[in-house]
């Protein structure tokens, strides 16, 4: 059986090799197929093409505030909790006032004081020159009238004289009648409280000085007409001497014009400063409510009520979240193409389905580092609904310029060595290789200078290819949008 099998065995190849000799010779493979290398390639499409910058930063809010006590004391109330809206002006929380409104009680009584006092130094100011000229009015009538006497007594009474003193007598008896009726309706008025203290006063000196004016003039009269005596002289003498006193010290009395000029002054300053003080311990009041300073989000919470805080300690931190920022970094050599106002596409990990548009909001005039690089600052609107917090990380793209209906290339394609770049087209399943400049370029096209629009470019299997090297097409791929 062994041997029959083995029979069958040779018989078939004998079959096998007449058959291959006895069919047509097959084709023998060409040096250029044999050579071939079998690459992918893509179309140069024409498109429009941005030429971009990338940045990053961290969001930041343009008011992050740690909304602080003025004043220490007792929370009494805390009215709000994180992540709580607040328009500017609301109340945040509500110190203690009990010490400050006893204060305030008492510093509106002072004011009061004040007033009265100020309003009763302005009348005194104002009578007193008109009873400083009715005392110096008096006491000089009251010195011609003494000094009269003593003349007359000294050289004894003429005709003429005895004449002149009855004269006198008149005149100062008229004198003493209309002193005397105006000193008892002053008395009426002031009784009545219808004018002040110093008018009356002023009345009754005027009374009083007259009434001596008459005695004096009676007493002179008499010693004409009875001759004088040595000690009635003397007492004349004395009498001369006390009125001159008399007269000098009303003088003196124009003094008090000023003094009570000065006293107005004085009680204007003192209402002027119970006024202040009344006026601070209403601000301190203020002060004792907590309000917000603009519109935003509370972060954080740092009393409750019931707690003590000093002078400037926290309240909360409040951050305003509709606008923010982030700072970036950028080489100098953008310093030409970067400029205030360009719009910057941003997205942040969080979101990273969304995109928020911002713009270059500044260019800050010093650089950020011994790098050189420079210092921008990004800023952008949240949407309504808020999503963006500040101390996200964000990453900005910013457009330079865009080029227009250009030829764009597979990156796929492209091929770097040193500063030159250059990529492999196909023509006649012939691959050749072309130097290129790029111009600009994203994550899967690049502008290159020197392609045009239909051409085919090499994007897998460069790597085995040289200039004029033959190449089989396994596939056409296709340009990322």
């Known amino acids: 059986m062994h041997t029959q099998m083995e029979m069958l065995m040779g018989l078939s190849l004998v079959l096998m090799l007449s058959a291959c000799r006895g069919g047509a010779p097959a084709p023998r493979a060409t040096a250029s197929e044999s050579s071939a290398v079998t690459v992918a390639v893509a179309e140069v499409k024409a498109g429009d093409l941005s030429e971009e910058v990338e940045v990053t930063g961290e969001l930041t809010s343009y008011a992050d505030t740690l909304v602080a006590a003025k004043l220490g004391g007792k929370m009494v109330e805390v009215r709000v909790r994180e ?119 002023a009345q009754k000196a005027a009374y009083e000085a ?31 001497k006390q009125a001159e006193e008399a007269y000098r010290q009303a003088l003196l009395g124009k003094s008090q014009i000023e003094l009570r000029q000065q006293q107005v002054a004085a009680a204007r300053a003192a209402l002027a400063q119970a006024r202040a003080n009344c006026a601070y311990l209403k601000q301190q009041l203020t002060d004792t409510v907590i309000r917000a300073p603009f519109d935003g989000w509370v972060a954080q919470r740092f009393v409750d009520h019931g707690s003590m805080v000093g002078q400037g300690a926290p309240i909360v931190r409040l951050v305003d979240l509709q606008r923010l920022y ?71 793209k910013i457009r330079l310029r865009t080029y227009r209906n250009v030829p764009l290339t597979p990156k796929l394609a492209l091929i770097e060595k040193g500063d030159a770049t250059r990529v492999f087209v196909v023509e006649q399943n012939i691959a050749k290789a072309r130097l290129v400049r790029i111009r600009a370029s994203n994550t899967a096209v690049a502008y290159a200078e020197g392609m045009r629009p239909g051409e085919q470019v090499v994007i897998r299997g460069q790597d085995l290819l040289s200039d004029g090297q033959p190449v089989r097409i396994a596939e056409t791929g296709q340009r990322s949008p």
Do not use: C, H, W
């Open 210 to 240: 007259a009434q001596a004016q008459l005695r004096q003039a009676e007493e002179a009269l008499s010693l004409v007409r009875e001759g004088p005596r040595r000690e009635e002289i003397e007492a004349a003498e004395q009498a001369v």
């Open 83 to 201: 992540g709580d809206r607040v328009s500017k002006g609301q109340v945040l929380a509500v110190q203690d006032q009990s010490d400050l409104r006893i204060q305030l009680q008492q510093a509106e009584a002072a004011v009061r004081a004040a007033e009265a006092n100020l309003k009763q130094a302005e009348v005194a100011a104002k009578v007193q020159p008109a009873q400083t000229d009715a005392q110096i009015q008096s006491a000089r009538a009251a010195l011609l009238a003494a000094q009269a006497r003593l003349r007359a007594l000294q050289t004894g009474a003429r005709p003429q004289e005895r004449q002149q003193a009855e004269q006198q007598v008149t005149a100062a008896r008229a004198n003493y009648e209309l002193a005397k009726a105006n000193f008892e309706r002053a008395k009426q008025l002031y009784e009545q409280g219808a004018i002040p203290k110093q008018q009356y006063d």
């Open 326 to 396: 982030f700072e970036a970094t950028l080489p100098e050599t953008l310093l030409r193409e970067v400029r205030v106002g360009m719009p910057v596409q941003v997205r942040v990990d969080a979101f990273p389905e969304r995109v928020f548009m911002g713009k270059v909001e500044a260019i800050y005039p010093a650089t950020a580092d011994n790098a050189r690089n420079l210092r921008i600052r990004v800023t952008l609107t949240n949407p309504a609904d808020l999503p963006l917090k500040t101390g996200l990380f964000a990453r900005g």
